[in-house]
Nanobody, 120 residues
Framework: VQLQASGGGLVQAGGSLSLSCAKSGRTNYVIGWFRQAPGKEREFVAA????????SYADSVKGRFTIARDRAKNTVYLQMNSLKPEDTAVYYC????????????????WGQGTQVTVSS
């Protein structure tokens, strides 16, 4: 399995960005987005099951971020609206087989990160 994250950039607070995670290889149960800010541990952002499209979000992004998948394109998207400076981080997509979606140990394959910077 290979994952390719893209779409990061610099945006002002209140703005929007859309991240993409292109997947190749066998399909796993869930694809998730995590982020890691400088000096902080990596944290869960959102996840979606590949087959049913069931979603889960961290409380900090609920109502602002939307995760979706396009099975025909083997791609998962993370639409980020109303961005805040505290959303600044490197964002990673990952895929795994466990139902414990918020735990990074549930994910066996990781893409490279994409930097998101939100200026105040």
């Amino acid at each position: 399995v290979q994952l390719q994250a893209s779409g990061g950039g610099l945006v002002q607070a209140g703005g929007s960005l859309s991240l993409s995670c292109a997947k190749s290889g066998r399909t796993n149960y869930v694809i998730g987005w995590f982020r890691q800010a400088p000096g902080k541990e990596r944290e869960f952002v959102a996840a979606i099951t590949w087959n049913l499209g069931t979603t889960s979000y961290a409380d900090s992004v609920k109502g602002r971020f939307t995760i979706a998948r396009d099975r025909a394109k083997n791609t998962v998207y993370l639409q980020m609206n109303s961005l805040k400076p505290e959303d600044t981080a490197v964002y990673y997509c990952a895929t795994g087989t466990s139902s414990n979606w918020s735990n990074e140990k549930s994910y066996g394959y990781w893409g490279q990160g994409t930097q998101v910077t939100v200026s105040s």
